[in-house]
């Protein structure tokens, strides 16, 4: 079964401090990912899209890694700001079939000042 | 601002009444989805469409219906309600690429007493 797991649940940091996320997937064979932002009562948004070509992609302050060879992700958030308080949700695609995406649980970021 | 419409954002209802909540989109997408969200979970496919008079169930066992007779418009119907209906419902839309970012509504936060 195609799972996507994250990591840590939650994390709370300083303002001005930088943070990574995880992201741990099974999805196979791989299209792509994307991590989205959720803040509290919206859905979520797009921040980046990964291929499987692509090893690393920068949105603004986002950073998004991938390792396709060991299924791995991570989202790296510079100098956090009071407005990156939000959901961070890994999402996966496979190739192939109906191209439902895979969601993650999520991390629950809280910025403080 | 992704062009989707969710309604009504907020809806508390009784035990046992119908309820149909409404999703449109003005981008052409031919994919349509639904997602349950507990807070603090991960969101659930609950049912998806890729096209007009297409519609098929996602991995959530859900009591609930949707139609797809105009590409823009996704209604769910819930045909008795329970306390266990509880939840945050988003819709989300897409293009047929399987790289195209899924854009999501605001969210109906359903209450049933």
């Known amino acids: 079964k195609n799972q996507v797991e994250q990591s840590p649940q939650s994390l709370i940091i300083l303002e001005g401090k930088n943070c990574t996320l995880q992201?741990?997937?099974?999805?196979?064979?791989?299209?792509?990912l994307r991590w989205y932002k959720q803040d509290t009562g919206r859905g979520p948004v797009s921040l980046t899209i990964?291929?499987?070509?692509?090893n690393t992609k920068s949105n603004g302050r986002y950073t998004a890694t991938l390792d396709a060879d060991t299924k791995q992700s991570s989202l790296h958030i510079t100098a956090s700001q009071l407005s990156d308080s939000a959901s961070y949700i890994c999402?996966?695609?496979?190739?192939?079939?109906?191209?439902?995406?895979?969601f993650g649980r999520g991390t629950s970021l809280i910025v403080h000042p | 601002e992704a062009d989707i419409y969710q309604t009504p954002r907020y809806l508390v209802i009784g035990t046992g009444k119908k309820i149909t909540l409404e999703c449109s989109q003005t981008?052409?997408?031919?994919?349509m989805y639904w997602y349950q969200q507990d807070p603090g979970m991960e969101l659930h496919l609950i049912h998806y469409?890729?096209?007009?008079?297409?519609?098929e169930k996602g991995d959530l066992s859900s009591e609930s219906t949707v139609s797809r007779i105009r590409t823009e418009h996704f209604p769910l119907t819930l045909e008795s309600a329970r306390p266990s209906h509880t939840s945050q419902y988003l819709c989300?839309?897409?293009?047929?690429?399987?790289?195209?970012?899924?854009?999501f509504g605001p969210g109906t936060r359903l209450t049933v007493l």
């Open positions: 990964m291929t499987f070509s692509e």
């Open positions: 992201c741990n997937y099974t999805v196979s064979p791989f299209s792509n």
């Open positions: 981008m052409g997408h031919d994919k």
């Open positions: 999402v996966v695609s496979g190739r192939g079939g109906s191209y439902i995406p895979t």
């Open positions: 989300a839309s897409s293009d047929t690429d399987p790289n195209n970012e899924q854009f």
């Open positions: 469409s890729y096209g007009v008079n297409s519609t």
